[in-house]
């Protein structure tokens, strides 16, 4: 009989033990994956990409205050998320935080233009001329197969959808010209400023890529590029690559002062 008293205490013993560690797991959240908060952390991801994209496009405009209410009901987002999106925007250089008095896109001017675009076309000019020293067989044939994809789209309608289709594969092919330097430290960089200057260049894209003339234009100048490039003729790949890439600035310019924005 004791022999089955001692069993009994030790079931009873170990059920007791089991329902505090329960207790304990459901008192501890660290116990399971916050899912409350991954939640929080995407819809935070969610209003930060939305949010950009808006200001890139021009859906705000530079120095329009950025009203808390009007983005709620925008994006269908909590003041949370968006105070998150807004914090990591103001990192960025894209909106400007007013101490007591919330947030406004940030202002546009000639200066800066002018300053990020030679600064992009600069250091992209550099990295061709290092993948022209450096890249391989394969780093040839992606260029060939990127600029196949890009001279595919020879027209233009007015669908936003067709512009994003021609910028994504423009910007795939630039990646994949400058690709053969092999540092992943100057592609960061690279990243860097093509994310600054796209405010710019969203003016740029809807004033010449609806036009089947500039298109054209664009075709010829990126078969020269991959031409001069593949010919492994460093300096005049070099060259035009800088040429290409400052080719914008003149109609940005003239579209900033027509709209008021310089």
């Not at 009873?12 to 304990?24: G, L, S």
Request: charged letters at 25%.
């Amino acid at each position: 009989m004791r022999g089955v008293e001692h069993i009994q205490t030790g079931v009873t013993n170990c059920a007791m033990i089991f329902t505090h560690f329960a207790k304990c797991i459901l008192m501890n959240s660290s116990f399971f994956p916050d899912e409350t908060a991954d939640a929080k952390e995407n819809l935070g991801i969610r209003a930060y990409k939305l949010l950009k994209i808006d200001i890139i496009k021009g859906i705000f405009q530079p120095d329009e205050k950025l009203r808390m209410s009007v983005l709620k009901a925008r994006y269908e987002l909590g003041i949370g998320p968006l105070r998150e999106a807004l914090s990591q925007l103001v990192a960025e250089h894209l909106v400007v935080a007013i101490s007591q008095r919330g947030y406004r896109v940030a202002p546009m001017s000639l200066a800066e233009l002018k300053d990020i675009y030679d600064a992009r076309a600069q250091v992209e000019a550099m990295m061709l001329g290092l993948a022209i020293e450096r890249g391989d067989d394969a780093w040839e044939a992606n260029i060939l197969a990127k600029s196949y994809q890009l001279a595919k789209l020879t027209e233009m309608s007015s669908s936003e959808g067709l512009l994003d289709i021609w910028d994504r594969r423009h910007s795939d092919f630039h990646t994949a010209m400058v690709a053969g330097c092999n540092s992943p430290h100057l592609m960061k960089v690279r990243a860097g400023l093509f994310d600054k200057v796209q405010r710019y260049r969203f003016l740029w894209l809807k004033e010449t890529v609806f036009s089947a003339q500039a298109l054209e234009a664009k075709r010829q100048e990126h078969a020269a590029l991959v031409d001069a490039t593949l010919e492994r003729r460093k300096d005049k790949a070099v060259s035009l690559m800088h040429e290409h890439l400052m080719s914008p600035v003149p109609i940005i310019t003239q579209v900033m002062r027509q709209q008021g924005v310089a």
